[in-house]
């Protein structure tokens, strides 16, 4: 078989146009796949090894499950292609688990574990946090092989069930099992656009920290109207502390939690993305956070400091007393350029200097957290894939050097010594992590098309050419 480009990728729309892909996202999301809090183990099994496995065998893969190190998690499906030893090999990542349902708090009309279409828009818990994004690949890699007959590279397509829980055990699996998950680059489908017209490429992630903030001066309470202006109120302190952290209009006045030098090629990047409002989404506050910068530019290149839970006294019935102790959780995203580990000594420092030495600092360890993660825009493998997605799409690409978010890349990145990619093939309005989760038909048909040209363009291109990776240099051979 030979077959055609453009062939495949119309393939890859006929999924869509005559309810193929709608059928198998329907069967992958009507299982319950919540993975934090730990419990759904059982189901998390069930969709690996009964439900996306045998999608995937059919494809001509050979499926197994890596167990967990950290029993209570879930398995990651591991589902190998291998064509030829001297072919490169594509590790195409997803996440089959999800964030909880929360479905008392969706539209009385939508349930979360059923698919409901409503014009472009598809209802459901993981339609677009991940399921419906690696069933874009899936369905993408069919299309080319109904086409050509074969692929022309290695596929390892691994699935983990713990990313919404911070990928527990994935870092010890991909240690352990090195040889097995092994590649030349990684691919992963997830994320937001920043536009819904214009394809995007992203290059890793950032890094997520938490720290808790603690003022414990005293046990209990005591009478506001005879200790008020007497004892040292914690909720003042706390609030002196967060304001020392982040300005009034939103800037980090931490020295160290900042970026110190960023290479040229992430500033040209981010100089060249093109966002835009989107609905259902908020607009950035024009006067919030460094001045002087674009929207991409605050994302994608600076560090972001948000204020996730605090409390002082009794917020739920307020009584007239002076507390003993008040608490905040603060979340840090940084860049590659600002090493995690400087962060709660910088912290500390930061506020002594400035008369807060009661104020605790905490680092959270309740559940792990991702690290810093990011490729160089000028890879070949990235060059590939822009140059793939641009010819199929008419138009330039978005190239971003991190996602906002934070994810598992450096697990790899640090394992395998992979490139790391990400396609996201969603949008910013689509209630990710919230109520009413959905997709837009139109991005995940539009998709099929741009992933089907890519792999047709991965097992077609000539290795000889300049800008085209080394062909069978898999790391770990």
């Known amino acids: 078989m030979g077959g055609s480009r453009d062939a495949a990728i119309e393939r890859a729309h006929a999924s869509f146009d005559e309810g193929r892909f709608l059928e198998r996202l329907r069967q992958l999301v009507a299982v319950p796949t919540e993975s934090h809090p730990p419990g759904r183990r059982p189901e998390l099994e069930h969709y690996a090894r009964d439900v996306l496995g045998p999608m995937v065998a059919g494809l001509g893969f050979e499926v197994r499950l890596l167990e967990n190190p950290e029993a209570q998690h879930g398995p990651v499906m591991l589902a190998t292609r291998t064509e030829h030893p001297s072919l490169p090999t594509i590790l195409v990542y997803g996440h089959g688990d999800v964030v909880r349902a929360m479905p008392e708090l969706w539209r009385k009309d939508l349930d979360p574990w059923t698919v ?33 007959g074969r692929l022309g590279f290695n596929v390892k397509l691994m699935v983990e069930t713990g990313e919404e829980a911070g990928s527990p055990g994935l870092q010890e699996i991909l240690r352990r099992d090195r040889a097995l998950c092994a590649a030349d680059v990684f691919i992963a489908f997830d994320g937001l656009r920043q536009s819904t017209t214009i ?96 929207r991409a530019e605050r994302i994608f290149m600076w560090t972001s400091v948000i204020v996730l839970a605090a409390i002082t006294g009794e917020p739920a019935s307020p009584v007239n007393a002076v507390g003993g102790s008040a608490r905040a959780r603060i979340q840090v995203r940084h860049t590659v350029d600002v090493p995690a580990e400087r962060l709660v000594p910088a912290l500390r420092a930061h506020l002594d200097a400035r008369g807060l030495a009661m104020v605790q600092i905490h680092p959270v360890t309740e559940r792990q957290y991702f690290p810093a993660s990011r490729t160089d825009p000028e890879d070949p493998w990235v060059r590939r894939t822009v140059r793939s997605m641009e010819r199929t799409a008419g138009r330039r690409a978005n190239i971003v050097p991190n996602i906002a978010a934070s994810g598992p890349s450096e697990f790899f990145r640090e394992a395998l010594g992979t490139p790391v990619i990400w396609i996201p093939l969603s949008y910013g309005g689509c209630s990710q992590h919230g109520p009413n989760e959905h997709g837009l038909g139109s991005l995940f048909r539009e998709g099929l098309g741009l992933i089907a040209g890519l792999w047709w363009d991965f097992g077609a291109e000539d290795p000889g050419r300049a800008d085209a990776a080394p062909r069978g240099m898999m790391a770990g051979s």
């Open 116 to 148: 409901t279409v409503e014009g472009d828009r598809l209802y459901g818990r993981g339609v677009v946090d991940n399921k419906g994004q690696h069933l874009v690949a899936i369905e993408a890699l069919a299309a080319v092989l109904a086409e050509r």
């Open 199 to 294: 394809p995007e490429v992203t290059l890793g992630t950032r890094g997520s920290v938490a720290m808790d903030l603690v003022v414990a001066l005293r046990e209990g309470g005591f009478h506001s109207g005879h200790w008020g202006g007497l004892l040292t109120d914690p909720g003042v302190i706390l609030s002196h502390a967060i304001a020392n952290i982040v300005s009034q209009d939103g800037r980090i006045l931490v020295p160290g939690w900042t970026p110190e030098d960023i290479p040229a090629a992430v500033r040209a990047a981010c100089a060249a993305v093109i966002t835009e409002d989107l609905q259902g989404a908020p607009s950035a506050d024009p006067g919030w956070g460094e001045p002087g910068m674009t």
